[in-house]
């Protein structure tokens, strides 16, 4: 009765030993559709609790995975706009007026594009870009007191 119900048949393979066993059974190898289900399930599951951050923290955990990338995503169109429309203040004192200001801010914006086409992976770029994501971190980070208007 009981080789009734858990009968096996042994699937040999070329060496002619047994590796695996097949079930005559559809309900021995679980319900056909549990993997996707179980997917579906974790997808939604994991997409209703990122909404939940969002509404209560305003940032889901998907953008702590990569946060250099997030926060160049975040800075570059910003500073696309700054350029694009506050184009005609400067620093005070700096050598150049608004020509060198704006040579600057192209130089940080590049920078920030470059690391956001690369994903943040800086292994993905040229010496030439990290040398050029460098200097416009580097400015960045001397006249971020100075992005305003």
């Known amino acids: 009765m009981l080789n009734a119900f858990v009968k096996r048949k042994c699937h040999r393979s070329t060496s002619g030993r047994c590796n695996r066993f097949v079930s005559d ?38 953008e702590l995975w990569s946060l250099n990338t997030t926060v160049a995503a975040f800075i570059e169109p910003r500073l696309r706009a700054y350029i694009d429309t506050y184009n005609h203040g400067f620093p005070m004192g700096l050598d150049g007026g608004n020509e060198a200001w704006l040579v600057m801010l192209e130089k940080m914006h590049r920078a920030f594009k470059l690391i956001v086409d690369s994903e943040g992976a800086m292994y993905m770029l040229t010496e030439e870009e990290q040398a050029e994501v460098e200097t416009g971190l580097n400015l960045f980070r001397e006249h971020f007191f100075h992005l305003w208007d």
């Open 25 to 62: 059974r559809l309900w021995d190898r679980g319900p056909p559709m549990a993997p996707i289900h179980f997917r579906i399930n974790m997808k939604l599951s994991r997409k209703i609790h990122f909404l939940w951050q969002r509404l209560t923290r305003g940032f889901d955990d998907s």
